[in-house]
């Protein structure tokens, strides 16, 4: 154990000094050795070292020490043995000894330290093309037991629980109705703001109607829902799964006999799937009605106008274009977000990234399907 401080007045800090004799350097070591207080330089020894085979140490003069102290020793005891000197520790304190002895037991893993590896940019496209290849062939093996599980679901052959479906179908349905609402009226605000400053410049105020109502059943309505769902539902799938993952929970419902597909994933899919067209109808009701509250309240349109102009515009082919939408963005949240949860890591973070991860996932890949509806729909003049 290491001796008693003194009391501040007292106590002066580590000190070296140094004797030869018989190619042995003898290191005193005085005051109080502390990482608080300093540390001598290890230059002072390496100075001494030259014409010396043996290293011996005097510690009749030492008050106090801590780590700070073994630390010292210990690049000394590294100095010595790269130089193929002897180093003699039976005068240090017993306590030094050991933990001199316990660091000395397990030596320093080579590859323990971080090292940042400069590759040639070859090898990180291979490496990246690798890894590419490898999640694509994970996607499309999980969609393929997607769709084995949809086949059992409609043949009745899957077994998972009922309150589990209905469950999701609250969780992803009637709770997401207060955030829907919300970012649903605002696009609706910014819809109308937006076109009441072209459409005043040519006294053209009330067919800011027109284009809420257009803009929120073709493409707002659904995108946005999607947006909040992939941040809300998908996050929570990806969670949810990556957690039962590292828990080993997955394991035990294969154990027991259970297919995760059936049991947790094609609940949670088809729940998401089944109230994305009715979140986005109202995502668009509420939209209007954050337009109208624009331009009836402040562009000086009646309700009448604003309401007969609205039903002019909305046909069903742009209401059916819409939740056709809808269904899509549902399905890639849910898929993304299961698939990332039934395949992440086997640590507490690799939840946290594979959450990331589904969101990410699902924004991307609903833009992309939403382009690619928007040029189909021109194509076939829909």
Do not use: H
């Not at 052959?157 to 829907?180: C, M, S, T």
């Not at 668009?284 to 009836?296: N, R, T």
């Amino acid at each position: 154990m290491a001796k008693p401080a003194p009391t501040p007045e007292a106590a002066s800090p580590g000190s070296l000094s140094f004797q030869e004799s018989d190619s042995t350097l003898v290191i005193g070591l005085s005051g109080r050795w502390s990482v608080e207080s300093g540390l001598p330089p290890l230059s002072e020894v390496e100075q001494r070292l030259g014409g010396i085979r043996r290293i011996a140490f005097d510690t009749s003069s030492l008050e106090s020490w801590d780590s700070g102290l073994l630390a010292f020793l210990t690049k000394i005891v590294e100095l010595a043995r790269a130089r193929g000197l002897e180093v003699d520790l039976s005068r240090l304190p017993a306590g030094v000894r050991r933990l001199l002895d316990l660091a000395q037991a397990v030596p320093e893993r080579k590859d323990a330290l971080r090292k940042d590896i400069d590759r040639p940019l070859l090898e990180d496209v291979g490496i990246a093309t690798i890894k590419t290849v490898e999640e694509t062939r994970t996607t499309l093996a999980f969609l393929g037991e997607l769709v084995l599980a949809f086949g059992r679901f409609f043949t009745f052959r899957a077994r998972y629980r009922a309150w589990d479906l209905w469950l999701f179908i609250q969780e992803a349905g009637p709770k997401a109705l207060p955030i829907v609402t919300l970012i649903s009226f605002l696009s609706g605000v910014i819809l109308a703001f937006v076109g009441a400053v072209q459409l005043r410049m040519f006294g053209g105020q009330i067919y800011i109607a027109d284009l809420v109502a257009i803009g929120m059943t073709r493409e707002m309505g659904a995108l946005m829902t999607a947006v909040i769902m992939a941040g809300r539902t998908g996050a929570s799938f990806a969670a949810q799964l990556g957690t039962m993952k590292v828990t080993q929970e997955i394991d035990a419902f294969k154990a027991m006999g259970f297919e995760p597909m059936d049991f947790l994933v094609l609940p949670r899919v088809t729940a998401l799937t089944a109230m994305m067209p009715l979140l986005t109808l109202y995502a668009d009701l509420v939209g209007m009605l954050g337009g109208a509250f624009i331009g009836i309240g402040m562009l000086d349109i009646t309700f009448p106008s604003y309401y007969v102009e609205t039903t002019k515009a909305i046909t069903i082919t742009y209401v059916m274009v819409g939740l056709f939408k809808s269904v899509v963005y549902g399905s890639i949240i849910a898929f993304f977000g299961c698939l990332r949860g039934i395949n992440t890591g086997n640590s507490s973070s690799a939840v946290g990234d594979a959450t990331t991860s589904a969101v990410v996932s699902s924004i991307v890949f609903c833009v992309v399907a939403n382009g690619v509806m928007a040029v189909l729909s021109y194509v076939l003049n829909i």
